[in-house]
């Protein structure tokens, strides 16, 4: 099946599950979550229960126009099917999320701080397939000045930007059995490799 018709059954999806649910909901529903995994945010069931649908259908429409815009756009073809699957794979954590928030607003409260770090790391994981496959362009992958300047530069950072996500993945789904901190999990190693990363990039272009 085509990327684009499975966007849109998961966009279907999200509203479907959003109009069945509407007159279960409170009025003001939990939307919101800190990073004890308590609730510290509500909002009203007519925004709490269509932002999400909303987000994934302005997503969808961007990720359906990056392949089309972009300049270097052959070599996302090349690639593509790593692309479309990062793409489906965050758009079901998309949804994932937004019956997360309609169960524990139902009662089913399962903990916020489990779900994110599990789902972090598959997205983490699945990151580094994708830039262990990409090729240069201008939006996805690690866009630096030098990257974008020299193929051997890009080559050699994705590769080692691969690495670190996969590793960054394990550190995130070691998270679930430190609920308190899990968020620390999830953010110190992807900021620590991004910024490693950008420096890497630079100095291997030093070399040229």
Same mark, same amino acid.
């Given at each position: 099946?085509?990327?684009?018709?499975?966007?849109?059954?998961?966009?279907?999806?999200?509203?479907?599950?959003?109009?069945?649910?509407?007159?279960?909901?409170?009025?003001?529903?939990?939307?919101?979550?800190?990073?004890?995994?308590?609730?510290?945010?509500?909002?009203?069931?007519?925004?709490? =229960?269509? %932002?999400?649908?909303? +987000? @994934? /259908?302005?997503?969808?429409? !961007?990720? &359906?126009?990056?392949?089309?815009?972009? *300049? #270097?756009?052959?070599?996302?073809?090349?690639?593509?099917?790593?692309?479309?699957?990062?793409?489906?794979?965050?758009?079901?954590?998309? =949804?994932? %999320?937004?019956?997360? +928030? @309609? /169960?524990?607003?139902?009662? !089913?409260? &399962?903990?916020?701080?489990?779900?994110? *770090? #599990?789902?972090?790391?598959?997205?983490?994981?699945?990151?580094?397939?994708?830039?262990?496959?990409?090729?240069?362009?201008?939006?996805?992958?690690?866009?630096?000045?030098?990257?974008?300047?020299?193929?051997?530069?890009?080559?050699?950072?994705?590769?080692?930007?691969?690495? #670190?996500?996969?590793?960054?993945?394990?550190?995130?789904?070691?998270?679930?059995?430190?609920?308190?901190?899990?968020?620390?999990?999830?953010?110190?190693?992807?900021?620590?490799?991004?910024?490693?990363?950008?420096?890497?990039?630079?100095?291997?272009?030093?070399?040229?």
């Amino acid at each position: 099946m085509q990327s684009w018709k499975i966007m849109v059954a998961i966009f279907i999806a999200s509203l479907a599950i959003s109009i069945y649910f509407y007159p279960s909901m409170p009025e003001k529903m939990a939307s919101h979550w800190n990073a004890e995994g308590k609730v510290n945010g509500y909002m009203s069931k007519n925004v709490a =229960l269509f %932002l999400i649908p909303l +987000i @994934i /259908l302005f997503l969808s429409l !961007l990720f &359906i126009a990056i392949p089309k815009i972009d *300049p #270097l756009k052959s070599n996302i073809q090349n690639f593509k099917k790593y692309y479309d699957g990062f793409v489906i794979l965050f758009l079901v954590f998309m =949804l994932t %999320l937004h019956i997360q +928030i @309609i /169960l524990w607003n139902t009662g !089913l409260k &399962i903990p916020f701080n489990l779900f994110i *770090p #599990l789902w972090v790391a598959i997205l983490f994981f699945y990151i580094g397939i994708l830039l262990e496959n990409a090729q240069q362009n201008w939006f996805i992958g690690i866009r630096t000045p030098w990257t974008l300047s020299s193929e051997r530069v890009w080559n050699k950072t994705h590769k080692l930007g691969a690495k #670190l996500f996969k590793i960054a993945a394990i550190i995130a789904l070691a998270g679930m059995f430190f609920p308190k901190y899990a968020i620390w999990f999830i953010l110190i190693p992807a900021l620590a490799f991004a910024f490693c990363l950008i420096v890497y990039s630079y100095f291997e272009y030093q070399k040229s």
